[in-house]
């Protein structure tokens, strides 16, 4: 019971960030776009060039990279952006990780990467599939964020998720939220949550999004029931997926799976003590 009146409460809680949000993370500089284009100069920075209707449009960005821990003292990284800007760039071969959204992608002269996502963030709850298809820009080196996802059952056999948003090992969270969930600070991360073939119709629907979480031995974690939330009916589907903006100024992250089945008591007694082992006081059993 403890579960069901948690995920409950959490579902009450996890509204959808709101458009006029500040947009920390890999920035987002631009909205409904056609014909997007990225180069590198031999400065590495970063010119990104698009067409708002019959304009084109451009800027050029640059001064920062990867991501900083969670701190209060410290401001996560953020780009410097001139939008107007002309130059001249390359696009070298892309040899990083593969990633979700993207548009284009190019290695950088000193063998960093930049890269162009676009994709639906701010949709409705409970069944939306409309948004604004947002350019988002990214820098990194090395390895992104993971966001690893499992599936188990709540109370009443309710389908459950849980999961953790890491970087370099580290957690990812922030410290301030506004009372819909939208992040305060340049550290807090939304779970933007997908569902497929579900009770709001064909194709992929917007179910929730949701801030993780830093109260536990692993800071990082979330967990979401798909019970009937406010009037709209259990959004569970035959396929999942999540997508995170990555932190500072690195690639955002998509997890996705088919639903895991009917109710299985081993699986779910091995996930349970999983999500326990993780010491989330928002998420325990």
């Not at 709101?18 to 920390?24: C, D, I, V």
């Not at 909205?31 to 449009?57: C, E, F, I, K, M």
């Not at 009443?156 to 969930?181: E, N």
């Not at 807090?188 to 064909?202: E, K, P, Q, V, W």
């Amino acid at each position: 019971m403890r579960l069901h009146r948690s995920i409950v409460l959490l579902g009450l809680l996890v509204i959808a960030a709101s458009a006029g949000a500040p947009a920390y993370g890999s920035a987002i500089i631009a909205r409904n776009v056609a014909r997007p284009a990225l180069t590198v100069d031999r400065q590495g920075r970063a010119h990104v060039t698009w067409y708002s209707g019959s304009q084109q449009r451009r800027l050029v960005a640059w001064g920062a990279v990867n991501a900083l821990p969670p701190s209060t003292t410290q401001p996560q990284v953020r780009f410097r952006l001139r939008y107007g800007a002309r130059a001249r760039g390359v696009c070298l071969p892309y040899d990083g990780p593969p990633l979700p959204w993207l548009v284009k992608a190019c290695k950088a002269p000193d063998g960093s990467y930049w890269a162009l996502q676009s994709w639906q963030r701010l949709k409705p709850n409970y069944g939306g599939t409309l948004g604004p298809e947002e350019l988002h820009l990214s820098h990194w080196s090395g390895p992104i964020a993971q966001l690893v996802v499992y599936q188990n059952w709540a109370f009443g056999g309710v389908r459950h998720l849980f999961g953790r948003l890491t970087y370099d090992g580290v957690g990812v969270y922030g410290f301030t939220a506004a009372p819909q969930g939208a992040p305060r600070d340049g550290y807090g991360r939304n779970i933007y949550l997908d569902t497929f073939d579900s009770a709001y119709g064909n194709g992929w629907h917007r179910e929730n999004s949701f801030l993780t979480h830093h109260g536990g031995r692993t800071p990082g974690t979330f967990c979401y029931g798909f019970f009937p939330h406010l009037g709209h009916p259990s959004g569970d589907g035959t396929r999942y997926r999540a997508t995170a903006e990555g932190p500072g100024v690195t690639p955002d992250v998509m997890w996705a799976a088919d639903d895991i089945g009917p109710f299985n008591a081993s699986i779910n007694r091995e996930k349970q003590a999983l999500e326990q082992s993780w010491g989330d006081p928002k998420c325990q059993t």
